[in-house]
């Protein structure tokens, strides 16, 4: 469909709360396509959500190495399993990582973009992605979640290339 430009912060879309999405019509399964292009377009993005695109609504996209594509909207985690520290990175907020702490496996719910009820049991990287996803339609940055300001580095774009959840 089409690439959109990635907002960045400190765009205001990214800290606002999305509103839940009523109606799944066409343009809701255009903005699902064109976050699916964005995320390709993105040097190692495994995810997205409608705030980087300035979009305000409750939709996320993922996709794992080797995996299709997964849409979500109105995502909700049900269950959380336990803490790890992991090292990450967001489209959103280039050159900087760090370190935060994220469940090990989640349970999420929400629909496809055709409706349908879906839940999704996620481990590992993919646990680590729909919680990033679903934190940004809360308003929420990686960087918020980080507790120690000195675990916080900036990185090159070589290195930002090999994994930044979205």
Do not use: W
């Not at 109606?23 to 255009?30: A, E, G, L, P």
């Not at 995810?47 to 909207?73: F, K």
């Not at 959103?92 to 702490?101: D, M, Q, Y």
């Not at 879906?118 to 646990?127: F, I, P, Y």
Request: hydrophobic share 40%; net charge negative; with cysteine.
């Amino acid at each position: 469909m089409a690439v959109v430009p990635i907002r960045t912060f400190p765009d205001p879309v990214l800290r606002k709360k999305a509103r839940k999405v009523g109606i799944i019509d066409r343009s809701v399964r255009k903005l699902v396509a064109d976050m699916i292009d964005t995320m390709h377009a993105a040097p190692g993005g495994v995810g997205l959500a409608a705030p980087q695109i300035g979009v305000s609504l409750r939709v996320i996209v993922l996709e794992l190495p080797d995996e299709s594509p997964i849409s979500l909207i109105n995502p909700e985690i049900v269950r959380k399993g336990q803490e790890i520290a992991v090292d990450e990175g967001c489209l959103s907020v280039p050159g900087l990582r760090g370190e935060i702490k994220r469940s090990l496996t989640v349970t999420v719910k929400g629909l496809d973009p055709d409706g349908k009820p879906v839940r999704l049991k996620g481990e590992g990287l993919l646990a680590e992605a729909l919680q990033h996803e679903i934190d940004h339609i809360h308003g929420v940055l990686f960087i918020d979640r980080v507790e120690d300001a000195n675990k916080l580095y900036k990185t090159t774009p070589d290195t930002e290339e090999a994994d930044n959840a979205g």
